[in-house]
């Protein structure tokens, strides 16, 4: 994560929304022959102390993590976008501009714990549904299972919980720069052909306001 203190939150409420808005996250923990790493839907618990999610049976990282209680590290990259020099006005007044890529992410390390029993593992599936599915108007919910498929799906997926240790937060939006360098930042990225780069100048723009 940018070592920067600049570009780093720690408002619980926004790292709280940014986990919510992109919950599909990279784990990696320590295996034998370096780090495992697996690509797993997550969120926080009520009380913003656990990660909760599951991953199935088949996953390569879950033989590293039946032995017990294992460290790992939680990446949910929110957003991202290259920033060309081209953008800075400031550019040809002098020269001294260099490429970058500005970016919003969340680094979570803790202890992560498989978690097998069919009631924890299927509240952990209403957790996550019940928040992606909110906005529906025809919700789906965990309880539309038929009964002998929810036994099979229980036998093929395990839950995860990750109680945390540390959580680092960043928000790369250019706030280094000149205000006449953030507007340009916003007026190049809204011009080009990548949706995330558009959407990324539309959250600079609100950080800016704010």
Not at 109 to 119: F, H, M, N, Q, S
Request: glycine share 6%; aromatic share 6%.
């Amino acid at each position: 994560m940018h070592p920067s203190p600049v570009f780093r939150t720690d408002d619980e409420t926004l790292i709280r929304d940014m986990i919510s808005a992109s919950p599909f996250a990279m784990i990696a923990v320590n295996g034998e022959d370096g780090p495992v790493v697996a690509m797993l839907p997550m969120l926080l618990s009520a009380d913003g102390k656990v990660l909760i999610g599951h991953v199935a049976n088949q996953n390569s990282i879950v033989p590293h993590l039946r032995a017990g209680s294992t460290s790992a590290t939680v990446i949910f990259q929110i957003s991202e976008a290259y920033v060309s020099p081209s953008f800075y006005p400031s550019k040809a007044e002098h020269g001294r501009a260099v490429p970058t890529w500005n970016y919003e992410a969340v680094e979570v390390r803790g202890t992560v714990v498989l978690v097998e029993d069919t009631v924890t593992l299927l509240s952990n599936l209403e957790h996550l549904t019940d928040h992606m599915e909110t906005e529906r108007v025809a919700r789906w919910q965990v309880s539309d299972f038929p009964e002998d498929y929810i036994d099979s799906l229980a036998r093929g997926i395990c839950g995860l919980h990750l109680t945390i240790n540390s959580i680092t937060a960043i928000r790369k939006l250019s706030q280094n720069k000149s205000q006449n360098d953030l507007a340009g930042v916003i007026a190049g990225l809204s011009m080009e052909p990548r949706h995330a780069s558009r959407a990324m100048a539309a959250d600079i723009q609100k950080l800016r306001e704010a």
